[in-house]
């Protein structure tokens, strides 16, 4: 029985790690690519509600941050379809994650001046609310239960 490294979960022999690292192989390629083409269109289908979040003005740099940071997903979906995936696997698919979030990151800095303005908003909408229900609320009566 071959042992495993506590820490990095790999196998002690170098020949089992690699005859390992075949076998996953295949399933790693499907569900990488899945996963990617999942994220792309999760990431795309999102654009459809960005007008109501983001300004019009800022629509263009959203959309070059997205395109921009989509790159690297396409590139290693194109990637799993190569022989040299079996070597990067780990690294292209670590990229990917990595991409998607600076994307993410990228494109809330972008909006960030139209968040600060709904915040500002969802306050003032607040402040407002709640003095409609106080100054419009009418008085409860007040029942005496002495009296009876």
């Known amino acids: 029985m071959n042992r495993m490294h506590?820490?990095?979960l790999s196998f002690?022999?170098?020949a089992t790690e690699r005859a390992f690292a075949r076998h996953r192989l295949p399933r790693l390629r499907l569900q990488g690519r899945a996963a990617i083409i999942v994220g792309i269109v999760v990431d795309v289908s999102y654009a459809a509600l960005e007008h109501r979040v983001i300004l019009?003005?800022?629509i263009g740099q959203v959309w070059l941050i997205r395109v921009l940071a989509l790159l690297v997903p396409a590139g290693v979906l194109v990637l799993t379809y190569s022989p040299c995936f079996e070597k990067i696997n780990q690294l292209s698919l670590s990229?990917?994650?990595f991409?998607?979030?600076l994307g993410l990151i990228g494109n809330r800095l972008t909006a960030v001046e139209q968040f600060a303005h709904g915040i500002r908003q969802f306050w003032r909408t607040g402040r407002g609310v709640l003095l409609f229900v106080?100054?419009?609320r009418e008085p409860?009566?007040?029942i005496d239960e002495g009296d009876g």
């Open 6 to 8: 506590p820490l990095t």
């Open 12 to 14: 002690h022999d170098s």
């Open 140 to 142: 409860a009566e007040v």
């Open 99 to 101: 991409t998607a979030a």
């Open 134 to 136: 106080v100054v419009a």
């Open 56 to 58: 019009p003005e800022q």
């Open 95 to 97: 990229l990917v994650g």
